[in-house]
Nanobody, 117 residues
Framework: QVQLVESGGGLVQAGGSLRLSCAAT????????MAWYRQAPGKQRELVAG???????NYANSVKGRFTISRDSAENTVYLQMNSLKPEDTAVYYC???????????WGQGTQVTVSS
């Protein structure tokens, strides 16, 4: 069974940094478009950053220049480096793996990120 396990969330002051990790098990993440989403209380889940199987990346306008998505194929892990964090970045962050070819759409359990002002 494919699982995505996130880690790295926590409480940080505004201006600080965190790195989220998403480890894929029972599959190889290189076959998927990997993405990070977030959901703040009372708001819809939104795309934060994504990376295709070819390594192309895209970011939400609100995080461009501050967040970086990357993939470590050897570790089968995807990362989200978050710098210059703001209170509005507070949310539960979810890892997602999608493959149209494989007909797959997997989600992690989420990790809480809280940025204090």
């Amino acid at each position: 069974q494919v699982q995505l396990v996130e880690s790295g969330g926590g409480l940080v002051q505004a201006g600080g940094s965190l790195r989220l990790s998403c480890a894929a098990t029972n599959t190889n993440s290189k076959f998927y478009t990997m993405a990070w989403y977030r959901q703040a209380p009372g708001k819809q889940r939104e795309l934060v950053a994504g990376m295709t199987t070819r390594g192309n990346t895209n970011y939400a306008n609100s995080v461009k220049g501050r967040f970086t998505i990357s993939r470590d194929s050897a570790e089968n892990t995807v990362y989200l480096q978050m710098n210059s964090l703001k209170p509005e970045d507070t949310a539960v962050y979810y890892c997602n793996a999608q493959s149209g070819v494989l007909g797959a759409d997997y989600w992690g359990q989420g990790t809480q990120v809280t940025v204090s002002s």
